[in-house]
């Protein structure tokens, strides 16, 4: 009786194996491209615990095809793959389809199965430990078991008794994590090789740049590494790898993470079982979710020298070997790490991506300031690093987006003397880094003693924009704009007069005002412990009439 | 006793694996909506009887089902939701008799009773004998053993039709229902030859199922299209709304070979296939080489706005799906996912793209991302409030209502004329020049009289709010474009 059981659920598991499986269980070679996060800002660090770039992973793979139709199941994909897009090649014949499987195999999912079928229940004696197994047929579930025996009919653990389920085997549409298959046909049997590509999340990739300041302040040493991460379940041994560099576009559209894992919950409801002593005995709450057990067991624990940067306060200069190879692909900039690298589950890794020695670099305090907006007290002007992504600047190569730290050496000591950010940069290009602000060097802006002219305010509420809020701004008069210095050597500091809407006019300036990018520029140079001052006449801009 | 009752568990037992489904044709519209036909071979015996249906979509809308069988008329029809659990058996069992199994802890041995199942509220209430007990009031294994399953109550929603037949025998049966949770899209994999000025397409359909179900060797048909849904709620939830058509540059106006259904063009599978539960299926239906193909740069500046630090420009793709030159088929909406071969001729990913339901002979336009050596910066460099003649100063209109009859009225305007010089600034970093699509927009803005006063090249004003200039940018070079616009803003 028992054999012919086996033999029927091998018949329950035939319709999904009408065609013979090919089961391709590894790759023999990957290569793994990986794009940035498009979310994550210039300076923004990347999240290992959740990576939000992706990659396009490609695998060669040989299969024994056999002739005819067959499927070929590909295990050890990422994780995270996105199985839309997915595209299979070098096969003999064609691939009419893709298939992607999310039935998971799990306590629920085995109940579900074998619903209407027949199981075993074995009940073991605590007294004895006895067991006792007998047939059954599942009646319900996954919510509360109802079971049909030879004796009649009963509900799983409402007895108080130690008693499971016993399963004759596996369907065949359950698998441990989702499964990627595709079908072909060949005409004879035959070897291929083929090669699988898809898209796959959970990885991210940066430049890290480091730049070491010369003491004389007109150069810096660059450096940068390339810093690739995966946070896939699965590593890629000795595989190509890759980073591209510039704006890729991705769309999110429904559907593209395939359809959701399907692993149904058991949850054991009995009958109501309140007793007379009400408190004393309940039945064994419901066991949670499976996964739930899981996650006790497997608390995620990343420690603070993961997390933390590994490189920005390492000393330098470093020196690398074996740095990425610049390649220009379309519009983009790829960068090919030379020899094969491991890129390992859940883990970062960093190569070396540029280095460049003795950059002349342009040191300069800045200041921004709207005209004819007063300030209440004076700020701190701001600190840039502008040098020209050029050759004769010992530059002149593409210079991807990433955070930099700047280290100065102070007596003996190396210094992190700044934090900023390099945009991506193309050859040519005016690279200017905002590194801080400079706490000697302060700017303020005043509207000198004159007559104040009160402000038209014909239609009163109806702009109620910043404008209206600090009343003494934006109106016309002589203002005086003060940069002082407290550091005991002069600096030149560059102010940048700009303008919410550029009919409005600075005149009479009495100092050289060069004009950039419609504002107007004031490079001042200031004595060491002193002060330059720049006066200028604001005209606001005319107001525009409402028409009506 | 024992061998008996084997042999009914086998003959209650459906066909181990066996769907209980028939022939089953599916069609699959793009709002999450599929139309499931499954003809049964049933046998129907003559006058009443109520056929149960199982293996149909765990998510069918039941109230859309119909079914039709020769010479048979429909009673009613059912949908039963009542589930089997183990509270609900003990529920049903109130005033019968139920067996209980008592099993001593400390040797095992059972003893066997009959009671009655007197109320389930809160704790089991039984009657053995005379006695009055609440089940395994002391906490001692018990076990409970009832005679059947109670009618109604199913493992699974049950559908069911109650008919009158005027024969017995065995006939196909017509069940037809609309259920969500079937859906499709498709996925273009677009590999371009910038250098032959060539793409190779494959198009994938992209078939989801979450409808709780498995179709066995199913027919399937996906409508580009989606019906007009009403207000149902179900349907509105996770539906797929196919991606802006924005990249659509030119409608096309060929017919394709594809079949229709009114106006929506239908995609039917080659081969019966099985679309099983929570799978992702994908089906080729476009495999073209060599199609034509540019690639071309855009960047929109708005209204006068200043870019100091140098933007990227688009980098996009164009490419025809005209019988000539193109793709030659409709395609429906999805994405398309572009790739180039790297130095070592490695196909590499550079962007996607939504594109919506496109007509055969449309010009298409996609955007893959941004050109990391071509950017664009761009500046006021002035502006000026310019004096105009009194000419606009007055204006009279003859207005005529209903109530009050023609009345002339005067309007006082004095409209503020600005002038606005911009100044684009376009560097490639590439070897070769590169022809970048400046537009600026933002010059109607209601007014409809915007005028350009001064341009350093010619630019085409492609809408009242568009002005396109094409700037070829030489290599490792620099293009710098200023543009003069009157305007009343």
């Known amino acids: 009786m028992v054999r012919l059981v086996a033999a029927l659920l091998l018949c329950l598991a035939a319709p999904a194996l009408a065609q013979p499986v090919v089961v391709s269980p590894a790759p023999e070679a990957v290569s793994v491209t990986v794009y940035r996060d498009p979310n994550r800002s210039t300076w923004g660090e990347m999240d290992l615990k959740w990576l939000g770039g992706y990659a396009l992973v490609t695998e060669t793979r040989t299969v024994d095809l056999p002739a005819g139709p067959s499927v070929i199941r590909f295990e050890g994909v990422a994780g995270n793959i996105l199985p839309v897009s997915a595209i299979v090649s070098g096969l003999p014949g064609r691939v009419p389809e893709k298939n992607y499987d999310a039935r998971l195999l799990s306590p629920g999912a085995l109940v579900e199965a074998f619903l209407g079928r027949q199981v075993h229940i074995r009940r073991t004696s605590r007294a004895t430990g006895k067991t006792v197994e007998m047939e059954a047929i599942l009646r319900s579930g996954p919510d509360g078991i109802v079971l049909t025996t030879a004796e009649g009919v009963e509900a799983l653990r409402c007895t108080g008794l130690p008693e499971s389920l016993v399963y004759p085997g596996v369907p065949a549409d359950l698998s441990d994590r989702p499964t990627l298959a595709v079908q072909t046909e060949t005409a004879a049997p035959a070897r291929a090789t083929l090669r699988l590509s898809y898209l796959a999340g959970q990885f991210d990739w940066q430049a890290n740049y480091v730049a070491q300041l010369a003491p004389d302040g007109r150069t810096v040493d660059l450096f940068a590494w390339l810093t690739l991460a995966n946070g896939n379940d699965e590593s890629f041994a000795a595989a190509r790898t890759q980073a591209v560099a510039g704006t890729v576009d991705r769309v999110e559209a429904e559907g593209d993470e395939g359809a959701e894992p399907v692993s149904p919950q058991i949850s054991l409801q009995c009958w109501p079982a309140g007793t007379t002593s009400d408190t004393a005995y309940m039945v064994p709450p419901p066991p949670g979710p499976p996964g739930e057990y899981a996650m006790y067991g497997a608390d995620i624990v990343v420690t603070g020298a993961r997390i933390r940067h590994p490189n920005l306060m390492s000393s330098i200069p470093i020196t690398s070997i074996g740095g990425a190879e610049l390649e220009e692909l379309g519009d983009l900039k790829l960068y090919r790490i030379p020899d094969p690298v491991t890129v390992a589950a859940n883990s970062q890794k960093q190569v070396g991506l540029l280095s460049k020695t003795r950059v002349p670099v342009e040191r300069i305090n800045a200041a921004w300031l709207e005209a004819g907006r007063r300030l209440d007290e004076p700020e701190e002007a701001g600190v840039v690093l502008r040098t020209r992504n050029v050759a004769e600047r010992n530059l002149g190569l593409p210079l991807p987006m990433g955070p930099l730290a700047i280290f100065e050496e102070v007596g003996g000591r190396q210094m992190l003397t700044g934090q900023g950010a390099i945009a991506d940069s193309a050859v040519g290009q005016e690279v200017e880094i905002a590194v801080g602000a400079s706490p000697g060097v302060f700017v303020h802006q005043r509207l000198g003693p004159k007559k104040k002219k009160k402000k038209k305010t014909k239609k009163g509420e109806e702009k109620p924009d910043e404008d209206e809020e600090d009343d003494s701004s934006y109106l016309p008069g002589r203002y005086e704009l003060e940069v002082s210095n407290a550091t005991p050597h002069a600096v030149e500091v560059e102010v940048n007069l700009w303008r919410r809407d550029q009919r409005a006019l600075v005149r009479r300036a009495s100092r050289d005002l060069a004009m950039k990018n419609g504002r107007y520029v004031w490079r001042a140079r200031v004595p060491a412990n002193g002060r330059a001052t720049l006066a200028y006449t604001y005209v606001p801009a005319p107001e525009d009439e409402e028409e009506d | ?489």
């Open chain 2, 1 to 489: 006793m024992r061998r008996f009752v084997f042999i009914t568990f086998f003959a209650a037992v459906p066909a181990l694996g066996q769907s209980s489904q028939g022939d089953v044709a599916i069609t699959i519209y793009n709002n999450d909506l599929a139309l499931v036909q499954d003809v049964r071979q049933i046998a129907i015996p003559a006058g009443r009887s109520r056929q149960e249906f199982a293996d149909v979509s765990a998510r069918i809308r039941a109230e859309t089902v119909s079914f039709a069988a020769a010479d048979t008329a429909i009673v009613e029809q059912n949908f039963d939701y009542d589930l089997l659990s183990p509270g609900k058996l003990m529920e049903k069992a109130v005033g019968q008799v139920v067996t209980i199994v008592r099993i001593n802890p400390a040797t095992g041995t059972e003893v066997r009773e009959q009671a009655k199942v007197l109320a389930t509220n809160g704790g089991v209430v039984l009657q053995i004998g005379t006695r009055i007990e609440v089940l395994r009031d002391d906490g001692l294994p018990v076990r409970v053993i009832f005679d059947k399953v109670p009618e109604n109550l199913r493992a699974r929603p049950t559908l069911s039709v109650t008919l009158e037949s005027r024969r017995a025998g065995v006939r196909p049966a017509r069940l037809t229902y609309l259920t969500p949770g079937l859906a499709w899209k498709s996925d273009y994999v677009a590999l371009f030859d910038e250098g032959a000025g060539k793409i190779d397409v494959q198009g994938w359909i992209t078939l989801t199922n979450s409808s709780g179900t498995s179709y066995t060797n199913a027919d399937v048909v996906m409508v580009a299209g989606a019906p007009n849904d009403g207000n149902n709620y179900n349907n509105n939830y996770r539906s797929y709304r196919p991606p802006a058509a924005s990249d659509l540059v030119r409608a096309g106006t060929e017919s394709g070979g594809r079949p229709r259904l009114g106006d929506y063009y239908l995609y039917p599978l080659a081969q019966r296939t099985t679309i099983a539960n929570a799978q992702t299926k994908q089906v080729s239906f476009l495999d073209v080489q060599g199609a034509g193909a540019t690639k071309a740069y855009h960047f929109t500046v708005g209204w006068m706005q200043t870019i100091e630090t140098p933007m990227s420009a688009s980098t996009v793709l164009n490419f025809s799906n005209s019988k000539a030159g193109g793709l030659g088929t409709q395609l429906p909406a999805g994405t398309v996912r572009v790739y180039i071969r790297d130095a070592r001729g490695a196909p590499q990913f550079i962007g996607e793209s939504g594109i919506g339901h496109t007509p055969m002979g449309s010009e298409i336009a996609i955007r893959t991302g941004e050109a990391f050596d071509v950017k664009v910066k761009s500046a006021v460099t002035k502006r000026e409030k310019i004096t105009r003649d009194e000419w606009e100063r007055t204006a009279r209109y003859r207005i005529t209502d209903s109530r009050d009859g023609t009345r002339i009225v005067e309007v006082e305007t004095n409209p503020v004329f600005n002038r606005t010089t911009m100044t684009y600034t376009l560097t490639n970093a590439r070897p070769t020049p590169a022809v970048v699509n400046l537009v600026q927009t933002g010059l109607d803005n209601a007014y409809h009289d915007t005028r350009i006063v001064e341009e350093s090249m010619r630019g085409e004003q492609i809408s009242l709010n568009d002005r396109r200039y094409r700037v070829t940018v030489p290599g490792n070079g620099e293009t710098v474009v200023t543009a003069t616009f009157d305007t009343r803003y």
